[in-house]
C-alpha cells in the first residue's frame, strides 16, 4: 500500500523497517547508533538523518530508491553536494600535483609562503565570494608549500609542514559541498599526517578539526568523536599556555557537542558546551581563529547549531538573540550563522522568518548560502510550500544556483 507523501521521515523508516523484519536494536547496530537514537528518530524528536546516514539505512532495509524515505521531502544528492565551482578543476590540479619526491630547482622561502597563506586566510574571512577569492590564491600557494616540505634545502622542514597543513585546510573550506568527496578526504587526511609530522599541537589540532568536520558530515559520527577525544587529551596538558591552544581545545569540545547533539544524545552535548564555554571565556576579547571561528563569540555560535540538532527551537533562538551579527568576524561564518537561525525558524514554520535570513545571509556571504546544504534544503521547503512562500523560494532559488 502506497505511503501517504506527508509522511515523515522518521515514520517512512520506522514502516519500512518494520517491513523488513527488523527490530531497533538490529537497525541501529547495523548503523553503528544506539536504538534510542533511532527511536527518537522515527518518532520526529530528532531532526531527519542527513543525506549519508539515510543511504546507509536504505542499503540495509533493501530500499533502492532514497525517495521512499523521504517522501515529499525531496532530497536529490545535488542538494547536498552542490554545484561544483567553476575554477575547481584549478584548485584539484594543485592539490594532485604535490612533489611526490625530492623537489628539485630553488627552494621557496617559507616567509613568502607564510605571507600567501595569511592573506589567503584573511581573504576567506573577509569575503562573501570567498570560494571564487581562494580559487585564484590557492593553486600558487598549494604548489609553494608542497615543494617546500620536500625540498632538500628547506631551512625549516617543521614550519614547511605547518604551513602546508594549513593551507591543506583552507583547501578543504574551498572544495566543501562541491560533489567532489574524494578530494575533500584527500586534503583532510593530507593535511592531519603533514600536521603530525611536524609535530606542531596547533598545527595538529586544526587539521583534526578539519577531519572531524569531514567525518560528521559523512555519517561516521563514532569516528569523529574518537579524533576529537584523541586531540582533546594532546591539547588538554598545554591549553593553557597560549590563547591560541585555549581555542583549540575549546572549539575540539564544541565539535564533541555537535557530534553528540546530531546522534541526539543531549545532556552529552550540553555539558560539552558548558566545558567549552569555560575555557572561550579566558581568551582575550578580540582573539579570533580564522579557521575555526576560536573566539568568546564561539559558545554561542555553536550553541545554536546544538539547540537546532536538538530540536530545542526555543533554547536556539534565545542563543542567536545574545549574539549580534556584527559580532562575528568572519563574513562567512555571520552568513552561517544566519542560515543556522533560519533553520530554527524552520521548525517553528515560520517560512517568513526563513526567507528574511537566508536574503540577508545571501547578502552578507553569497557563496556561503549557495554551497550550504541546509540552506538549499530550506530554499526547496520554500519552492514547495505554500504558494505565499514560494516567490521567495524562486529568488533564492536563483540566488543560490537552484532550479526553481
Not at 48 to 61: E, K
Not at 105 to 134: E, N
Not at 149 to 171: F, G, I, Q
Not at 252 to 259: N, P
Amino acid at each position: 500500500m502506497a505511503l501517504d507523501p506527508a509522511l515523515p521521515v522518521g515514520r517512512r523508516i520506522q514502516h519500512y523497517r518494520e517491513r523488513a523484519g527488523k527490530s531497533r536494536e538490529v537497525l541501529a547496530g547495523l548503523l553503528g547508533r544506539s536504538s534510542s537514537w533511532l527511536k527518537q528518530v522515527e518518532n520526529g524528536v530528532l531532526l531527519p538523518p542527513r543525506l549519508p546516514m539515510l543511504m546507509r539505512i536504505a542499503q540495509h532495509l533493501g530500499i533502492d530508491d532514497l525517495s521512499l524515505l523521504t517522501g515529499d521531502v525531496s532530497m536529490p544528492r545535488a542538494l547536498y553536494s552542490g554545484i561544483e565551482h567553476a575554477e575547481l578543476a584549478s584548485v584539484r590540479r594543485a592539490v594532485d600535483g604535490a612533489v611526490l619526491g625530492v623537489a628539485g630547482g630553488p627552494a621557496p622561502r617559507l616567509d613568502h609562503i607564510a605571507v600567501q597563506l595569511q592573506t589567503a586566510w584573511q581573504t576567506r574571512m573577509t569575503r562573501g565570494d570567498h570560494r571564487t577569492a581562494l580559487a585564484a590564491l590557492l593553486p600558487p600557494l598549494l604548489s609553494a608549500a608542497s615543494v617546500a616540505v620536500s625540498h632538500p634545502l628547506c631551512d625549516d622542514r617543521r614550519r614547511a609542514e605547518v604551513l602546508y597543513a594549513s593551507a591543506l585546510n583552507l583547501t578543504q573550506m574551498y572544495a566543501a559541498f562541491q560533489g567532489d568527496g574524494n578530494l575533500v578526504w584527500r586534503v583532510s587526511e593530507r593535511a592531519l599526517s603533514t600536521a603530525r609530522a611536524s609535530g606542531d599541537p596547533n598545527a595538529i589540532s586544526q587539521a583534526s578539526w578539519f577531519l572531524v568536520e569531514a567525518l560528521r558530515k559523512s555519517g561516521q559520527w563514532d569516528s569523529a568523536q574518537t579524533v576529537t577525544e584523541d586531540t582533546l587529551r594532546l591539547l588538554d596538558p598545554i591549553r593553557t599556555e597560549s590563547p591560541e591552544l585555549a581555542a583549540a581545545w575549546a572549539d575540539m569540545a564544541y565539535h564533541a557537542a555537535i557530534t553528540h547533539a546530531v546522534a541526539g544524545e543531549g545532556g552529552d552535548a550540553w555539558r560539552w558546551v558548558d566545558r567549552a564555554s569555560v575555557v572561550s571565556a579566558t581568551l582575550p576579547a578580540g582573539h579570533w581563529r580564522p579557521s575555526t571561528s576560536g573566539s568568546r563569540q564561539a559558545v554561542a555560535l555553536h550553541s545554536v547549531t546544538v539547540a537546532v540538532e536538538l530540536r530545542q527551537v526555543g533554547t536556539a533562538l534565545r542563543w542567536a538573540r545574545r549574539l549580534p551579527e556584527a559580532d562575528i568576524a568572519a563574513v562567512p561564518r555571520r552568513g552561517r550563522h544566519l542560515i543556522e537561525v533560519a533553520r530554527a525558524h524552520s521548525m517553528k514554520g515560520d517560512a517568513a522568518k526563513v526567507a528574511e535570513l537566508l536574503t540577508t545571509a545571501v547578502e552578507v556571504a553569497p557563496e556561503t548560502a549557495r554551497w550550504n546544504e541546509e540552506a538549499r534544503s530550506m530554499v526547496h521547503g520554500l519552492l514547495t510550500g505554500a504558494p505565499s512562500d514560494r516567490p521567495a523560494g524562486r529568488r533564492l532559488a536563483n540566488a543560490i544556483g537552484m532550479a526553481a
